[in-house]
């Protein structure tokens, strides 16, 4: 896979966790970053989303509480997760941002794409992870 999620688990209300998400690929690790999540029986709803110039935007749901970072040097993009409510729980996706791309080169990535808003960003995101868990207990 090009970008691969970890970090999840189980927390109470309360509490922290912090995702990481590894590419393999710089190209894309260097892009537009972001991170969505599924909640059980729900749609997907963007979570946070990182420019190439470090500007961040946020859901309403997690602004003040999620944090989201990049460190090209590690190829790795992150999202630092406190005060987690019961709501947070969902499966957590990272995913790289193809806004950009047009048709054809979309098509030739052979990856699942979802179209989603994160805060009032519309986002094309591209993922090929199997996500992390994040389940949060009252």
């Known amino acids: 896979a090009q970008l691969q999620e970890s970090g999840g688990g189980s927390v109470q209300a309360g509490g922290s966790l912090r995702l990481s998400c590894r590419g393999s690929?710089?190209?894309?690790?260097?892009?537009?970053m972001g991170w969505f999540r599924q909640p059980p029986g729900k749609e997907r709803e963007g979570v946070a989303h990182?420019?190439?110039?470090?500007?961040?935007s946020y859901a309403d749901s997690v602004k003040g509480r999620f944090t989201i970072s990049q460190d090209d040097d590690k190829n790795t993009l992150y999202l630092e997760m406190n005060n987690l409510k019961p709501e947070d729980t969902a499966m957590y996706y990272c995913?790289?941002?193809?806004?950009?791309?047009?048709?054809?080169?979309?098509?030739?990535?052979?990856?699942?794409?979802?179209?989603?808003?994160?805060?009032?960003?519309?986002?094309?995101?591209?993922?090929w992870g199997q996500g992390t868990q994040v389940t949060v207990s009252s």
């Open positions: 690929d710089l190209t894309y690790t260097s892009r537009s």
């Open positions: 990182i420019s190439v110039d470090r500007t961040s």
């Open positions: 995913a790289a941002d193809i806004s950009f791309l047009s048709t054809t080169a979309i098509e030739a990535l052979g990856a699942e794409t979802t179209r989603l808003m994160v805060g009032e960003r519309e986002v094309l995101f591209v993922y």
